[in-house]
């Protein structure tokens, strides 16, 4: 382990980089945890094969906890290295040596805890713009919980640090627990697109259909949940499909709310919703435009359950 100020650093594996063919960009969009079986679809497909010699190195981005997911990337195939940078302050993600480090990498993770400190200490940084030089050479980028919702166009950044709630922002979508920012990540797969994590077992629904609401400004705007344990793999061909034992909801907004005010319920009719369950795939190039099941909010209430 290196401790330098706020930036600690945990390396497993070999140091030496590795220099594969890379067969991405690959995004992976976990919703609660690294699934083994997600990151090893993640590393095949940038490896551009199930069973080769073809190894990654892994840089693990956090601003929070220790090494505990090296181990996790060091037990899936095809892993050459796994290093952990833990960074909490700004200085830390614009040092030159950790930029090297992450622009050298095959697969970037961000790994969970809370994303306002991704906005805080990452967005418009030097690491920042290595991740980027990742995902455009071919490698692949991902996230779990928190690295999940920062990987959208626009980010549920949590920046009050109190999550929103579903049934309190439902109640008043102006709720200052509903913070939206833009400007980190612009993944072509993901444009106009707010991604939302354990989605059916802590109930997000309904949040985030507030923050689809109220970023609408006449341009169609889609939210994806994931739901614990279920992972989305994004390929070049910007399908992705769903791994794991739960399921991935695609929501569309293509229109303002009926009732959008401070202090009011919401209220949303014919809000487009698509399930996708393991096996199944999204096309984010070409995004569906039927067999949508249609659900109201009225006052603030679901007219169905919605998952």
């Known amino acids: 382990m290196i401790l330098v100020a706020a930036l600690a650093v945990f390396l497993a594996g070999n140091r030496a980089d590795v220099h ?7 995004l992976n969009l976990a919703g609660s945890s690294a699934e083994p079986t ?12 199930t069973d080769c010699p073809a190894r990654v190195d892994v840089v693990v981005i956090r601003a929070s906890g220790d090494q505990e997911l090296n181990p996790v990337f060091m037990a899936v195939k095809g892993v050459d290295s796994a290093e952990t940078f833990v ?3 700004r200085d830390s993600a614009n040092r030159h040596d950790v930029e090297r480090s992450v622009r050298n990498a095959e697969i970037v993770w961000f790994a969970g805890g809370d994303q306002c400190n991704y906005i805080r200490w990452i967005k418009g940084t030097r690491v920042e713009r290595a991740v980027e030089r990742v995902f455009k050479r071919g490698g692949g980028v991902g996230g779990n919980s928190a690295g999940l919702a920062i990987q959208g166009d626009i980010a549920y950044d949590a920046c009050p640090d109190v999550s929103a709630n579903s049934k309190d922002v439902l109640a008043n979508p102006f709720s200052r627990d509903v913070s939206l920012s833009t400007g980190f990540f612009r ?9 939302d994590t354990h989605f ?24 994806i949940g994931v739901d614990e344990e279920t992972s989305v793999i994004v390929t070049p061909d910007q399908k992705g499909k769903v791994i794991g034992a739960g399921a991935a909801y695609l929501l569309l907004v293509d229109h303002a709310a009926g009732v959008l005010e401070h202090g009011k319920p919401l209220t949303y009719r014919n809000l487009k919703v698509w399930k996708f369950t393991a096996g199944e795939t999204i096309d984010f190039g070409h995004r569906p435009t039927s067999g949508y099941r249609i659900l109201d909010v009225l006052d603030g209430k679901f007219s169905a359950d919605p998952y």
Do not use: E, K
């Not at 594969?20 to 690959?26: F, K, N, T």
């Not at 077992?201 to 341009?219: E, I, P």
């Open 87 to 89: 960074i909490t302050d």
């Open 20 to 26: 594969p063919r890379l067969h991405g960009p690959v």
């Open 200 to 223: 059916h077992q802590r109930d997000r629904f309904g949040r985030t259909v507030v923050f689809l609401a109220r970023w609408f400004s006449g341009r169609p705007i889609y939210g």
């Open 38 to 49: 997600g990151l090893q679809a993640m590393i095949d497909s940038v490896r551009g094969c």
């Open 187 to 195: 993944w072509p797969a993901l444009r106009g697109v707010i991604t």
